[in-house]
């Protein structure tokens, strides 16, 4: 017997704010205040951090980005950074990893008077790293005392069908903390050579997720069926709970969620129609 309406409304409402709360402690982002030397000792740290924790990949929209973020209790004539990309999920191999690449790096404009910048991939085959720094022609690189985004860097998605429909790709300096190539060179010579800076303590990390994993399942729960169909009406006629990702319940993808939407997913359940928005193919 199927319990009353009202009932799995509220169980499914509770399982959904579960699922959310979840996912924002899981993915929680540092805020670029966090960045501040919590001593004046600890000379710098610098940190990498997602524009947003979860990206939905479509055939036509492949890139997501990261920003980098330093903070600097010197003056700064450079600085040369590192990161690597792992990645991860239940049918991961590290024979992936090379699927996730740099595509553009857009350096702040008004960071200090500029020489010149850079972006590379490392010559190691054991790992996906690359490696990015920035030289003053005159003096500090970065302002002194405050948090400061330094780039914004566009990472690609290739052979996107060769992967798998949920994965995680992490950003990780400090797995190469130890190499004495990424540092920070003082503005003045008298403060000494380069230095290591402290980097963030958790690695940046963003759930990837196809649009075909999710378009049609505006409950977020098991596959696509009646209880998706239950949900989108509670929420377009009865002020419930939106769906986690926007993309779940845009069935037609036309950029909003109503009465169409319905519609085709009713069709897709019980008529054998379409399946949920052709970009999902």
């Not at 699927?99 to 590379?120: K, S």
């Not at 929420?235 to 109503?258: H, M, R, T, V, W």
Request: net charge negative; proline share 7%.
């Amino acid at each position: 017997m199927m319990p009353p309406a009202n009932k799995r409304f509220n169980c499914t409402f509770a399982l959904c704010f579960f699922m959310a709360t979840l996912l924002i402690v899981c993915s929680s982002v540092v805020s670029p205040s966090q960045l501040q030397s919590p001593d004046p000792g600890i000379r710098d740290t610098c940190r990498l951090m997602p524009v947003d924790s979860i990206w939905v990949l479509t055939p036509h929209d492949t890139l997501f980005a990261i920003e980098a973020w330093h903070f600097t209790d010197d003056s700064l004539g450079g600085f040369q950074h590192g990161f690597a990309i792992r990645t991860s999920c239940e049918d991961w191999t590290p024979a992936l990893d090379s699927n996730i690449v740099i595509d553009t790096v857009i350096v702040t404009p008004d960071m200090g008077n500029l020489r010149g910048t850079m972006i590379a991939r490392l010559p190691d085959d054991t790992i996906n790293a690359f490696q990015y720094g920035a030289l003053a022609f005159s003096g500090s690189l970065l302002p002194v005392g405050e948090p400061y985004k330094v780039a914004d860097i566009s990472l690609a998605v290739k052979n996107q069908q060769n992967l798998p429909g949920k994965f995680i790709v992490h950003f990780d300096s400090s797995l190469l903390n130890s190499a004495s190539a990424f540092k920070h060179t003082p503005a003045n010579p008298d403060m000494g050579s380069g230095y290591p800076p402290i980097y963030g303590s958790s690695p940046c990390s963003v759930t990837v997720v196809k649009l075909s994993e999710i378009c049609g399942n505006a409950d977020g729960i098991g596959t696509i069926d009646m209880d998706d169909i239950v949900f989108l009406i509670a929420y377009i006629y009865n002020q419930g709970p939106s769906p986690e990702l926007f993309q779940a319940g845009d069935i037609n993808c036309d950029g909003k969620i109503d009465l169409l939407d319905v519609v085709g997913l009713v069709n897709f359940v019980f008529k054998g129609g379409a399946a949920p928005c052709s970009d999902c193919l």
